[in-house]
């Protein structure tokens, strides 16, 4: 679940990382007023949108005056911000972050993630803060400082302390750095992060490391064990169709394709999409019915794929273990019989009750290409895409 960058400094000061002070507005008028209660005579004025790059892409401005706030404040709100994350159509800028400027002297990166060859959380640091760590670590692999986290999520400070001899701080500003680099890992354990990063991470004139911008993601897998995430969620940041497949218990992913592809599980659906793609297609989606799934929600999730306009080509790829072809079968042809299926279907379906499943789509009177195998399947679909 992403978070805005306001709620990711909240996180961030219950552990003990300072930031700048700063307050969420909705409106021109309270900007003013915050910059007011801030006090000070310069402030910065931040889109709140689920994405990076605001920066760049003139989401980020400084004011200086309580006029000016309130004109950069009206530039920003209601307005569709375009960052190289949102894609081309942009993101509804709502809510603005009000902070108060810092005297910056020295901009670091640091962030916390699942290091999978390794299976471990680690820490990556650099000199280079406020660039995209995703571009710095192509071009230039060896400005990445890296240290693993413990099983138990914690850092030594020892290892905390190399790290701040590799970023070359001066003497006076490592302990502060130090003890800031582990509240960061202690963040990511205890809060069931996928990530955690601060981009930047200042260091002031005056010797204090502040958290500039943070970015937070949380496991979904473990909202179980935090009832104040519901909190957090942001539904109009979120998909409108990956909120409506959550409704009946389904995952949607949606991609920039035109094949719609329903299937059971995530090994199954990144099989499908590379079959698709080797076809020489895309998918536009891909909408998980899982193990567990029953008549009325495939029919649901048959609906959901159809909602998306760029869909030209459905593929079902559905291999029957928990889930019974059958099941599938009845689903789609009740969802088919509420609505106008205007694009090609194909089925693929094995496993348990698939002979069965193909029988009821087959007396249905659906017009449908049946296939045997995934990547004949992935091909009739790219073919009647390209029609």
């Known amino acids: 679940m992403n978070i805005h960058e306001y709620q990711a400094k909240e996180i961030l000061r219950n552990y003990g990382i300072r930031t700048p002070r700063g307050k969420m507005v909705i409106s021109c008028q309270e900007a003013t007023e915050a910059a007011m209660d801030l006090g000070g005579k310069a402030w910065v004025i931040k889109a709140q949108i689920h994405a990076g790059g605001r920066g760049k892409s003139g989401g980020i401005l400084k004011a200086e005056g309580l006029e000016q706030v309130e004109q950069q404040a009206s530039s920003l709100l209601g307005k569709r911000l375009v960052t190289p994350q949102t894609g081309p159509t942009g993101k509804l800028v709502r809510r603005l972050l009000v902070e108060e400027q810092v005297d910056i002297e020295t901009e670091l990166y640091a962030g916390v993630i699942l290091d999978r060859s390794k299976g471990q959380a680690v820490l990556m640091a650099s000199r280079s803060g406020g660039m995209e760590i995703e571009a710095l670590a192509l071009e230039h692999p060896e400005a990445i400082f890296r240290e693993h986290l413990e099983p138990w999520g914690e850092l030594p400070a020892y290892r905390a302390r190399r790290v701040c001899f590799e970023l070359g701080v001066r003497a006076e500003t490592r302990t502060k750095l130090q003890e800031t680099l582990q509240k960061l890992c202690r963040v990511f354990y205890q809060e069931d992060c996928t990530l955690a990063e601060i981009n930047p991470l200042v260091i002031t004139g005056s010797g204090d490391v502040l958290a500039l911008d943070a970015k937070i993601n949380l496991d979904d897998n473990a909202a179980f064990r935090h009832p104040a995430w519901a909190d957090l969620r942001d539904p109009e940041e979120e998909d409108p169709l990956e909120l409506e497949a959550a409704r009946y218990g389904l995952n949607y992913v ?14 199954l659906a990144m099989a499908t999409m590379d079959f698709i793609q080797e076809m020489g297609a895309k998918p536009a989606n891909f909408l998980d019915v899982g193990g ?3 008549e009325n929600a495939v029919a649901e999730a048959f609906r959901i794929l159809m909602l998306e306009p760029r869909v030209k080509v459905v593929l079902v790829n559905i291999f029957g273990g928990i889930v019974r072809g ?24 094995a496993g348990t009750h698939a ?22 399947a992935a091909r009739i679909a790219a073919d009647l895409g390209r029609d």
């Open 292 to 294: 567990g799934v029953n």
């Open 355 to 376: 002979s069965e499943g193909k029988e009821i789509l087959q007396k249905s009177g659906l017009s449908m290409r049946v296939a045997e195998s995934m990547r004949e």
């Open 254 to 267: 949606k991609m920039d394709g035109t094949i719609g592809c329903m299937v059971n599980g995530a090994g």
């Open 326 to 349: 059958d099941v599938i079968a009845r689903g789609i042809v009740s969802a088919a019989s509420k609505m106008q299926i205007g694009v090609p279907l194909v089925v693929r379906l």
